[in-house]
T-cell receptor, first 111, second 114 residues
Framework: GENVEQHPSTLSVQEGDSAVIKCTYS??????FPWYKQELGKRPQLIID?????GEKKDQRIAVTLNKTAKHFSLHITETQPEDSAVYFC??????????FGQGTTLQVKP | DVKVTQSSRYLVKRTGEKVFLECVQD?????MFWYRQDPGLGLRLIYF???????EKGDIPEGYSVSREKKERFSLILESASTNQTSMYLC?????????????FGNGTRLTVT
């Protein structure tokens, strides 16, 4: 079955710096790759997603890139702010409906 | 806005008890999921259901079963709770279409088995 590896497990940056989180997946049939943000004590919420027919997608300060050949995708956050501090999860969908998640990255943005 | 409601926020049970975790969604979603969240392990899929009375095992189904008698409700059952099932349990739902769609999560149930 699909396996998703996420790195790093923790990431600490200064406010204003960029943060990059990387994920690799194993099933070449996966075609949907969402990213979720989970603040302390709250539910995971979708922040951005990308489908396999697109190489890059941006939404203000966040962007996601996808390399289908290498089977990896990344989340980029620019101009980080303290409110970006949270746990971020990547996921891959090997077929319609099913989502397999990575292990999560705890991002700390220091003011 | 999609609402996924889990019946309990915190639950404490004893080893060997039968435990029911309930989840209800109000958006007529076909897909419903149960995940378990543990530090360093991310969100691991226990079971999911793509229609009433339909279910499919996820990556860690051992020790769990599920029930989906109505479209809006998906129950996770621990037949005989064990201490290694102490965890945060997250329910989610999504729309079924030609393509995968985002999951909408509940607030989670933190289960402690003593």
């Amino acid at each position: 079955g699909e396996n998703v590896e996420q790195h790093p497990s923790t990431l600490s940056v200064q406010e204003g710096d960029s943060a990059v989180i990387k994920c690799t997946y194993s099933d070449s049939a996966s075609n949907y790759f969402p990213w979720y943000k989970q603040e302390l004590g709250k539910r995971p919420q979708l922040i951005i997603d990308i489908r396999s027919n697109v190489g890059e997608k941006k939404d203000q300060r966040i962007a996601v890139t996808l390399n289908k050949t290498a089977k990896h995708f990344s989340l980029h956050i620019t101009e980080t702010q303290p409110e970006d501090s949270a746990v971020y999860f990547c996921a891959a969908s090997p077929y319609t409906g099913k989502l397999i998640f990575g292990q999560g990255t705890t991002l700390q943005v220091k003011p | 806005d999609v609402k996924v409601t889990q019946s309990s926020r915190y639950l404490v049970k004893r080893t060997g008890e039968k435990v029911f975790l309930e989840c209800v969604q109000d958006m007529d979603h076909e897909n419903m999921f149960w995940y378990r969240q543990d530090p360093g392990l991310g969100l691991r899929l226990i079971y999911f259901s793509y229609d009433v009375k339909m279910k499919e095992k996820g990556d860690i189904p051992e020790g769990y079963s599920v029930s989906r008698e109505k479209k809006e409700r998906f129950s996770l059952i621990l037949e005989s709770a064990s201490t290694n099932q102490t965890s945060m349990y997250l329910c989610a739902s999504s729309f079924t279409g030609l393509r995968s769609s985002p999951l909408h999560f509940g607030n989670g149930t933190r289960l402690t088995v003593t």
